[in-house]
């Protein structure tokens, strides 16, 4: 028989006689079917506490400066040793239960917000510690706010304490200048839409409400700075850190589901028909902070991290992965932890050789040439270890099911080919002989030496599952390829 392909994960339909299945976990969708995904490894020391926020930034010269943000602290990492060193205290104004640090780079400067004290900055190269952002007079410091980003090389506020309908951004290249009206600095003020969660930055922002999204252009010569024109009627934002800034692209779990902005266009749904209806059901919408939105760098997906209904409680246990080269998403059950954000490993330095046994420079047999620099940004996930990491651990173990095949005669099926490079899987069948009976599924069946898994199933419809073990080595799964032999009419 011809390969059955697994097709493309939509739970939320039916994948009788189909092209799509219900059930695709822990593998990464591929053009030609699916690839493997390492499990989480630590990289870091842990924090003191749960991770409630973090950021990379980068100094003058590309090396990443890395920081974290629990409860009451915000730290940054010590390249050389791993280690997380305090850099702010607020001990009489911790974080709001449902609340995350947001961060910032504004050229050398990290700005750190949370809407119980006022905006924090770190001038990387210069600084020991988070402060106060200074305002110049007469304007004065900068309100309270939840989120930060900048539009158009200006900071801008949002969630801005007692004042939720309103938006407030700096002076043009200076992030110390809020007085109204001097270099661009003002505010917006929304009559409608309801309280603001959060914006988009960029050469253009999207500034996201309640009920409302609109696109925040700047004016350049203009008395009004920036002009704010709705994108969507209705549609609002549902969890405020799932937004993900990649490229030109703006993702965010709305309240018509998982969409993308493209361009400054309006909001496109992608879940519906697809996994909006299984997410619901899944996710613990009580755990608002732990639906987190991050881009994976270096590729064309996103993933959107929440609390399942059955999950622990203050870690996230499960991810929707959407391709947006692919149009395809996959779920992901393996990853458990409290925080992801773009970080990255830095590389080697003077101050690190120790850790890889050159303990003096005069007799190194090796040229620094051939050490490799800054990994670059990864995705980074703090455990429930509370220390950062990546995966990049040995592959999961990966579950691929085929949408539901009906036979037009009763057929007995004897093996089935898994179509994969991994030297180790199994399969199993789940079977029945009517629509309106429950499916039956066969025992486990390992490999034998000439690549099937031996089955005795006499069936009319089967879905056929692939199941690859954690630790295999593969680089592909397309379909199954099974051996049926016709049996009767009924």
């Not at 915000?74 to 961060?103: K, S």
């Not at 539009?151 to 951004?169: C, D, F, M, N, R």
């Not at 490229?247 to 589901?257: I, S, W």
């Amino acid at each position: 028989m011809a390969i059955i392909p697994f097709g493309e994960w939509r739970p939320d339909l039916t994948d009788y006689q189909a092209e799509t299945n219900r059930s695709t976990i822990n593998a990464i969708p591929r053009g030609d079917g699916y690839g493997p995904l390492q499990l989480w490894q630590s990289y870091t020391t842990p924090l003191p506490g749960p991770c409630r926020g973090a950021f990379l930034g980068v100094d003058n010269f590309g090396i990443p400066v890395l920081f974290a943000g629990t409860e009451t602290k915000l730290y940054l990492m010590n390249n050389a040793t791993l280690a997380w060193i305090e850099v702010g205290d607020y001990p009489t104004a911790p974080l709001a239960t449902q609340d995350n640090w947001t961060f910032v780079q504004f050229v050398n400067r990290v700005v750190a917000c949370q809407r119980n004290v006022a905006p924090q900055v770190f001038t990387i190269g210069v600084s020991s510690v988070f402060i106060p952002l200074p305002g110049k007079a007469p304007g004065g410091p900068p309100p309270h706010a939840a989120y930060c980003a900048v539009v158009s090389a200006q900071l801008v506020l949002s969630g801005i304490l007692s004042e939720p309908h309103k938006v407030q951004w700096s002076a043009k290249d200076d992030i110390e200048e809020w007085t109204l009206a001097v270099n661009g600095a003002d505010f917006q003020e929304f009559p409608d839409g309801g309280a603001v969660m959060g914006v988009a930055g960029g050469e253009f922002g999207v500034v996201f409400q309640e009920a409302a999204i609109r696109r925040m252009t700047f004016l350049p010569g203009s008395d009004l700075i920036f002009q704010f024109d709705r994108m969507s009627e209705g549609d609002g934002l549902l969890a405020p850190y799932s937004i993900i800034t990649s490229g030109p692209r703006v993702f965010f779990l709305g309240t018509d589901g998982f969409s993308m902005i493209t361009g400054g266009a309006p909001p496109v749904p992608f879940a519906m028909q697809r996994f909006k209806r299984f997410f619901t059901a899944d996710w613990d919408a009580a755990a608002l902070r732990l639906m987190q939105g991050a881009d994976e760098p270096n590729s064309s997906r996103v993933w959107f991290f929440y609390k399942s209904m059955g999950g622990a409680e203050s870690s996230f246990d499960r991810a929707i992965v959407y391709d947006w080269m692919l149009d395809r998403a996959v779920y992901i059950t393996g990853i458990i932890g409290e925080y992801a954000a773009i970080m990255s490993k830095p590389g080697i330095t003077l101050d690190t050789l120790y850790q890889i046994g050159f303990t003096n420079i005069d007799t190194m047999q090796i040229s620094f040439d051939d050490f490799s620099g800054s990994a670059g940004a990864l995705l980074g996930i703090f455990g429930q270890n509370h220390a950062m990491g990546f995966c990049s651990g040995a592959n999961m173990q990966a579950i691929l099911t085929t949408p539901e095949q009906a036979f037009e005669q009763r057929y007995f099926i004897s093996q089935i080919r898994p179509c994969t490079d991994a030297a180790d899987v199994y399969s199993l069948v789940s079977h029945r002989a009517r629509l309106e009976d429950a499916s039956v599924t066969s025992p486990q069946s390992a490999l034998n030496k000439v690549g099937f898994c031996p089955h005795r199933i006499d069936t009319r419809m089967a879905r056929m599952t692939s199941v690859i073990p954690q630790g295999s080595n593969w680089s592909f799964a397309v379909g199954v390829e099974p051996l049926l032999v016709n049996t009767g009419k009924y």
